[in-house]
């Protein structure tokens, strides 16, 4: 099994920083690509950013210059720094990640359980 362990939310006021953090751990053979969702309140789930195993980032329109994700390979973690955050950042993110557990079985995706931010004055 694989378990996604996310952490670094809470509540900042406008303005403020978050960085969030979701480590896998578990069967992992490889991780390829790894991002981070939002869902806000009555809104659909939506793709903030992404990473490839190569380093190739993509961000939302939303997001751009103000969040950046990264990884660690070495630690199998996964990070979101999110920098000048607005009320309508306001969401639960999660994390995802695709990953082979091992030779010859295919690639899954998962999900971690998800972390609140709350971005008021």
């Known amino acids: 099994q694989v378990q996604l362990v996310e952490s670094g939310g809470g509540l900042v006021q406008p303005g403020g920083s978050l960085r969030l953090s979701c480590a896998a751990s578990g069967s992992i053979l490889s991780i390829y690509t790894m991002g981070w969702y939002r869902q806000a309140p009555g809104k659909q789930r939506e793709l903030v950013a992404s990473i490839t195993s190569g380093g190739r980032t993509e961000h939302a329109d939303s997001v751009k210059g103000r969040f950046g994700i990264s990884r660690d390979n070495a630690k199998n973690t996964v990070y979101l720094q999110m920098n000048s955050l607005k009320p309508e950042d306001t969401g639960v993110y999660y994390c995802?990640?695709?990953?082979?557990?091992?030779?010859?079985?295919?690639?899954?995706?998962?999900w971690g359980q998800g972390t609140q931010v709350t971005v008021s004055s």
């Open positions: 995802n990640i695709d990953v082979r557990r091992e030779y010859g079985s295919g690639i899954r995706t998962y």
